[in-house]
T-cell receptor, first 114, second 115 residues
């Protein structure tokens, strides 16, 4: 049972480049979300999804797009990377039988934008 | 605006000592207060959690104390061990289906336990 899998683990981009961070979960969880972690700021919610075909914005959505075509996958797209998007990104999943704040996190994707 | 404030930013304790991390929240609609533990290079993992109708919850060496009137909660780690060295995040989430997957995190505390 792999849980939540994120790829790539590390990525370096130049300003203006685009890329997609992949996230997949094999637990059949309805809820998936993306957070970014920055020093001294904890984790902040970027986008979340309550099921296939349904997404919504979190606290810091600007510069990011998401889609959820299947229950398993929730990719995060950076259309034009900026240095301010240098961060560690975490994907998480949850299910309705759990408590609302009980999340299962992936191991993260460290992104550097030059 | 940070709705959950956590202190201290870093904490150093000796093996066998007590580690205490404090958090304060603003939104009275929060209904679930988890603590997450994160080791270097890993994602956060749920450690222990509490609901506001309970003043204390204990799981092994880890205890959450909750003060609803003061809108504060804290994590106590008894008999701290070097293996407890990690970053700890407090968090809060609301009730109901619209709150799933949506956590508000504190800033994090880097705990170092010296042998």
């Amino acid at each position: 049972n792999a849980g939540v899998t994120q790829t790539p683990k590390f990525q370096v981009l130049k300003t203006g480049q685009s890329m997609t961070l992949q996230c997949a979960q094999d637990m059949n969880h309805e809820y998936m979300s993306w957070y970014r972690q920055d020093p001294g700021m904890g984790l902040r919610l970027i986008h979340y999804s309550v099921g296939a075909g349904i997404t919504d914005q979190g606290e810091v959505p600007n510069g990011y797009n998401v889609s959820r075509s299947t229950t398993e996958d929730f990719p995060l797209r950076l259309l034009s990377a900026a240095p301010s998007q240098t961060s560690v990104y975490f994907c998480a999943s949850s299910w309705q039988g759990a408590n609302t704040g009980e999340l299962f996190f992936g191991e993260g994707s460290r992104l550097t934008v030059l | 605006q940070q709705q959950v404030k956590q202190s201290p930013q870093s904490l150093i304790v000796q093996k066998g000592g007590i580690s205490i991390i404090n958090c304060a929240y603003e939104n009275t609609a929060f209904d679930y207060f988890p603590w997450y533990q994160q080791f270097p290079g890993k994602g956060p993992a749920l450690l222990i959690a509490i609901r506001p109708d309970v003043s204390e919850k204990k799981e092994g060496r880890f205890t959450i104390s909750f003060n609803k009137s003061a809108k504060q909660f804290s994590l106590h780690i008894m008999d701290s061990q070097p293996g407890d060295s990690a970053t700890y995040f407090c968090a809060a989430s609301g009730a109901g289906g619209t709150s799933y997957g949506k956590l508000t995190f504190g800033q994090g505390t880097i705990l170092t336990v010296h042998p």
